[in-house]
T-cell receptor
Framework: KNEVEQSPQNLTAQEGEFITINCSYS?????LHWLQQHPGGGIVSLFM???GKKKHGRLIATINIQEKHSSLHITASHPRDSAVYIC?????????????????FGGGTRLMVKP | DVKVTQSSRYLVKRTGEKVFLECVQD?????MFWYRQDPGLGLRLIYF???????EKGDIPEGYSVSREKKERFSLILESASTNQTSMYLC???FGTGTGFYEQYFGPGTRLTVT
């Protein structure tokens, strides 16, 4: 079983729909990251959170530490939101040096928003 | 803005060639990472470096080596390229001292084809 699981793997939505992408993890973490990858390869960090909820524009990320679960929501989706969304977790730091920044990635959710 | 640059966007090499992939960041980050990304397997860590001349193996270091002679530059070396190293290679960097956790900044990626 992967340490970080995302669902769904693929998602098609109509413009304007509310979208939810889920991420579950099984390891102890320092933080959870949501990343966006557009066709062509570049990856952008959307959120980094260790508790509660963060909002940026139409994007909202939540995390429940006790349940080891996070969700990424997109309100009023638009075709430009079409991308792969990747959940990643920062491991707990190792003693010998700060490896807390090592990320373990989920498999990604491919989102297509149709006009 | 943080900028992470990679030496090539596309690269075609022959089996057995020695291949150098270069990554440069301009934010004085301590940590630098090399990942490969393959369909169905997601992002996997090859190596990371937490300081000049310091390196740690990631999940899939076999067939690769790295070099970090200067803080801003992290090189990935394929000593003898093989067809199973055809992939998208992504470099990233982050701050990373103490026990904090930090956002990773990604380069645009190098799509390597080994024939």
């Amino acid at each position: 079983k992967n340490e970080v699981e995302q669902s769904p793997q693929n998602l098609t939505a109509q413009e304007g729909e509310f979208i939810t992408i889920n991420c579950s993890y099984s390891v102890g973490i320092s933080a959870l990251h949501w990343l966006q990858q557009h066709p062509g390869g570049g990856i952008v960090s959307l959120f980094m959170l260790s508790s509660g909820k963060k909002k940026h524009g139409r994007l909202i990320a939540t995390i429940n530490i006790q349940e080891k679960h996070s969700s990424l929501h997109i309100t009023a989706s638009h075709p430009r939101d079409s991308a792969v969304y990747i959940c990643a977790v920062s491991s707990l730091p190792r003693v010998e040096h700060n490896a807390g920044n090592m990320l373990t990635f989920g498999g990604g959710t491919r989102l297509m928003v149709k006009p | 803005d943080v900028k992470v640059t990679q030496s090539s966007r596309y690269l075609v090499k022959r089996t057995g060639e020695k291949v150098f992939l270069e990554c440069v960041q301009d934010m004085d980050h301590e940590n630098m990472f090399w990942y490969r990304q393959d369909p169905g397997l997601g992002l996997r860590l090859i190596y990371f470096s937490y300081d000049v001349k310091m390196k740690e193996k990631g999940d899939i270091p076999e067939g690769y080596s790295v070099s970090r002679e200067k803080k801003e530059r992290f090189s990935l070396i394929l000593e003898s390229a093989s067809t199973n190293q055809t992939s998208m290679y992504l470099c990233a960097s982050s701050f990373g001292t103490g026990t904090g956790f930090y956002e990773q900044y990604f380069g645009p990626g190098t799509r390597l084809t080994v024939t």
